[in-house]
């Protein structure tokens, strides 16, 4: 695995660092991309690179393949929430509403970014014989959750592009699948109401949220030889949650 390049966005923190330290603990050549400070960590080579910027994001592919020479996977992994309900209604009038800009800043992140990327990164794969192409959806993504109509749209978009480009990129040795997280205890989550959170592992059959660990464990896996027959895929790690129990 020395020899293999990944790129991780969104890596700085909790899942994506997660990911980031499991690749490089096998070996891979890591860049690490986010909206943070770069330089180099203990998870890999750090970029500073916006998702949403075309620009900057052909850039810093550039940059990895001057560095290595190549491009063997690709963690779309940045995504950013800005939760609301469509309409607060109570006493016969409108007391709040998810706004275009928190609407438009989540499409922006989770579901341009996811392709601007792809978009930018898949021309080195293909020159380099080929490569994997890993999404981050979400269980919202597969059934939606109350309050967040931005992300659940945005993760179920993710879900389709990821089908699209696995018969798109296949000709090319590039194999491209999704993972569906379900309630992970990342800083972000963490740091919600004990009631909330009580309420996760309530309805998660296995009576836990998942770590980090859990979803970076999904990606190594589905980046390996072990998973080469599979593409255009969606796995749901997230503890055999059952919507509505």
Not at 49 to 63: G, I
């Amino acid at each position: 695995m020395s020899e293999k390049v990944v790129i991780v966005t969104g890596g700085a923190a909790g899942i994506g660092r997660a990911t980031a330290r499991r690749f490089a603990a096998a070996g891979f050549r890591v860049a690490v991309w986010d909206v943070q400070a770069g330089g180099e960590g203990s998870e890999g080579y750090i970029q500073t690179v916006d998702v949403t910027n075309a620009a900057a994001v052909e850039e810093a592919v550039a940059v990895v393949v001057a560095r290595w020479g190549r491009v063997d996977v690709l963690v779309n992994n940045a995504g950013i929430l800005r939760d609301h309900q469509l309409i607060k209604w109570k006493d016969d009038r409108k007391l709040a509403e998810m706004t275009e800009k928190d609407f438009d800043a989540v499409v922006a992140v989770n579901q341009k970014g996811v392709f601007l990327c792809t978009r930018a990164v898949v021309p080195a794969m293909i020159a380099g014989g080929g490569g994997v192409v890993l999404n981050a959806s979400s269980v919202v993504g597969l059934y939606g959750n109350f309050g967040q109509t931005n992300y659940a749209a945005t993760k179920a978009a993710v879900v389709n592009m990821t089908k699209t480009w696995a018969r798109e990129l296949g000709r090319y040795n590039i194999r491209v699948n999704a993972v569906a997280p379900g309630f992970i205890a990342t800083e972000m989550v963490t740091a919600m109401p004990e009631k909330v959170l009580q309420g996760m592992v309530a309805h998660t059959p296995l009576g836990r949220m998942g770590k980090p660990e859990d979803i970076a464990e999904a990606y190594f896996w589905l980046a390996s030889d072990a998973a080469g027959f599979i593409t255009g895929t969606v796995l749901s790690v997230d503890g055999g949650l059952v919507v509505g129990t």
